[in-house]
């Protein structure tokens, strides 16, 4: 056994296969994903039967290229890691199930693992440091979250979106608009020509003195806006989308690094993370970083390719537990669609 322990670790918990080997913290051996958006975008997101079906068709050539890319056989590994939830509680059970028969047949320790703490802890992967103390902003297209993160395993959630997620905000737009799924990174690209303060978009709760979010009123505003604009709307017309995009998407950011920085001045953290998927956002990326510097607190961007759905992740969530000595999940361990961070 090698000073780090070796952990396979499986995810399906939405609409990415996902399988990583991990050397313990020390870093990610493997990492692959086989992203099943081309079919589900026909139906503007993703359809729950058609995700799981293709899970289970893809999952176990995919941990055959993971092993073989990382020169391991089952025998070498120390741990296998599945996420548990939340998600889609078909998607989940696939990746859950063949973790546990994976474990079973091996004899090895199985480890249970929550996706948003794999999104959580994913800024600190392939870092020295391990998990120091942060303020983390956690943002994908099923959450969005604050957590006052003091070890692993140490969370306190401060706030949490009341109704639509950041991500999922950014995809509804999107689809209004007439965009490419998913909106997020198309709203992304063509805010980067566009006029932020081209159209009016609120800053829900900017000012409400928590750390609640609410992106519902996003979608009516954006149905609003191209209401208004009669017949000047046309959705080929790139400079006017571009500068709807830009305007969309600056008054969500402004609410993320708003709330952001909120937290870090009533907690008194000195470092801000970021991650989930809408932490691949350039803007974003751009103004927490001048937000941040700002502030005088670090800040530590999970790296884009661990930003949306993977297993590098979950590999590492179960390595931080594995080395802190955390106990391994019984095989009775239920799937969660609705699974909690606490
Ligand atoms: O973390 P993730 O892969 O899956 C969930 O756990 O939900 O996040 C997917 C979300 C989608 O809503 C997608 O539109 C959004 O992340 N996203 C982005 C960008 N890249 C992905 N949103 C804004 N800008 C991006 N560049
Ligand atoms: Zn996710």
């Known amino acids: ?49 058609l995700a799981s079906r ?62 948003m703490e794999g999104h959580m802890l994913s800024p600190f992967i392939e870092n020295e440091t391990g998990v120091l103390p942060n303020i983390s902003l956690v943002v994908s297209g099923g959450h969005t ?34 965009l490419p799924y998913p909106g997020g990174p198309e709203i992304d690209r063509l805010s980067a020509n566009g006029d932020p303060d081209a159209f009016d978009f609120p800053r829900a709760m900017l000012k409400s003195g928590d750390f609640q979010f609410s992106f519902s009123g996003m979608k009516t505003a954006m149905s609003h806006r191209i209401a208004g604009l009669g017949n000047k709307w046309d959705s080929n017309n790139e400079k006017l989308v571009s500068d709807l995009c830009a305007s969309f998407q600056a008054a969500i950011l402004d609410v993320l690094i ?11 953290a000195s470092l801000v993370t970021v991650s989930g998927g809408v932490s691949c956002n350039r803007g974003l990326r751009e103004q927490m970083t001048d937000a941040c510097a700002a502030a005088g607190v670090k800040l530590q961007l999970a790296t884009p390719s ?14 931080c537990r594995f080395e802190a000595g955390l106990p391994a999940s019984g095989f009775d361990q239920d799937i969660n669609p609705n699974l909690q961070l606490l």
Do not use: W
């Not at 028969?101 to 091996?106: C, E, K, L, Y």
């Not at 957590?147 to 999107?174: M, Q």
């Open 145 to 178: 979250m604050l957590v006052k993160v003091d070890r692993v395993g140490g969370y306190k959630i401060l706030g949490a979106t009341l109704d639509d997620a950041a991500g999922e905000a950014f995809d509804k737009a999107g689809k209004m608009m007439g």
């Open 258 to 268: 708003g709330k952001t920085i909120a937290a870090v001045r009533e907690t008194g």
């Open 306 to 319: 661990h930003s949306t759905d993977n297993a590098a992740m979950i590999a590492y969530a179960a390595a």
């Open 1 to 49: 056994m090698s000073k780090h322990p070796l952990i396979l670790a499986i995810e399906t918990s939405c609409d990415e296969t996902a399988v990583a080997v991990a050397e313990g913290t020390a870093g990610i051996l493997v990492s692959e994903v086989a992203s099943q958006i081309e079919l589900h975008s026909p139906y503007g997101g993703v359809v729950p039967e």
């Open 54 to 115: 293709n899970h289970n068709i893809t999952l176990r050539p995919l941990i055959e290229t993971a092993l073989s890319k990382s020169g391991l056989s089952i025998e070498d590994l120390d741990a296998i890691a599945a996420t548990s939830g939340p998600g889609l509680a078909s998607s989940l059970l696939i990746g859950d199930t063949t973790a546990k028969a994976i474990a079973v047949a091996s004899g090895k320790p199985f480890y249970s693992i929550n996706h």
